[in-house]
């Protein structure tokens, strides 16, 4: 049995896209990154991309954990044999694998932190383009808590996400968050009760994939583009050549033509909504 579970969720619009929930599946361990739970993962991953009928992925954690970081003896080995002078980096890039596989996702993601989020279970939410916190998530780098420089980019993420304060104060001071407190600074989008969670973020990731998934996923692209850019006229000019793209589109054409039929449909006296 692997130790990642995969649940196609469907909305009530047999049209839209459905949601792929993604749910790391090691209690016992915390769901940590084993090097089988990244391999399950990315496997996962690869099956969600591959299956057209997806719009968006959640990705959370069984009870009760979200992810409670790197397996630490794969950790252990790592310093090991970098102590012994042996080259690690291919078993340390191994380990952010997991995450970086979500990172890479072209569509919507979304998580969905039920618990702790601690390390490389961080930097798995940190992945993703949207958090929803449950009460009882916990964001913890820990990194400097067990002698050892953040990884993945960890840093750069927290930076892009919540600014160099936010960064410095988890990181180097060691501050954790709860899930309010993870809104308040803005690591989060929401925080709700933990046992409306899930459906909370399968709700919101719906809205995701109801949008033409190759749509989505240019505007995904185009958000990751414009956020390097340092003046408007350029992110206007890197809009204008996706909007040309939507408007050649097929999906565009049958959208517009199912707004007019609904406005056609509509009583005089209704006032447009």
């Not at 932190?113 to 998530?137: P, T, Y």
């Not at 990751?224 to 890197?238: C, P």
């Not at 007019?260 to 005089?268: G, I, T, V, Y």
Request: glycine fraction near 10%.
């Amino acid at each position: 049995m692997g130790l990642v579970r995969l649940e196609l969720r469907r909305g009530d619009d047999d049209a839209a896209g459905s949601v792929a929930l993604v749910t790391l599946d090691d209690p016992a361990r915390r769901n940590t990154m084993s090097m089988q739970l990244v391999t399950d993962l990315v496997g996962i991953m690869d099956a969600i991309e591959g299956d057209p009928t997806v719009g968006a992925v959640v990705v959370t954690g069984a009870p009760p954990a979200f992810c409670a970081g790197a397996d630490l003896g794969n950790l252990a080995s790592q310093g090991e044999s970098a102590a012994a002078g042996t080259s690690v980096q291919a078993g340390l890039r191994s380990i952010y694998e997991g995450f970086l596989r979500v990172a890479r996702c072209p569509l919507p993601t979304l998580a969905a932190v039920n618990g702790a989020a601690v390390g490389a279970g961080m930097n798995l939410a940190l992945a993703c383009d949207v958090r929803i916190a449950g009460r009882a998530a916990r964001f913890d780098t820990r990194f400097l808590d067990l002698g050892l420089h953040p990884g993945g980019g960890h840093t750069f993420m927290l930076e892009r996400i919540g600014g160099p304060q936010l960064a410095a104060a988890l990181v180097l001071f060691g501050q954790r968050l709860d899930g309010r407190a993870a809104v308040e600074h803005g690591l989060a989008w929401a925080c709700v009760d933990d046992d409306d969670l899930l459906e909370e973020a399968v709700t919101l990731a719906m809205r995701a994939a109801s949008a033409p998934r190759p749509l989505a996923a240019r505007t995904k692209e185009t958000l990751g583009r414009v956020g390097s850019l340092e003046a408007h006229d350029e992110a206007v000019e890197v809009e204008l050549a996706a909007q040309l793209w939507s408007l050649g589109q097929p999906f565009f054409a049958e959208r517009l033509a199912q707004l007019r039929n609904r406005l056609a449909a509509r009583p005089a006296d209704e006032a447009p909504s």
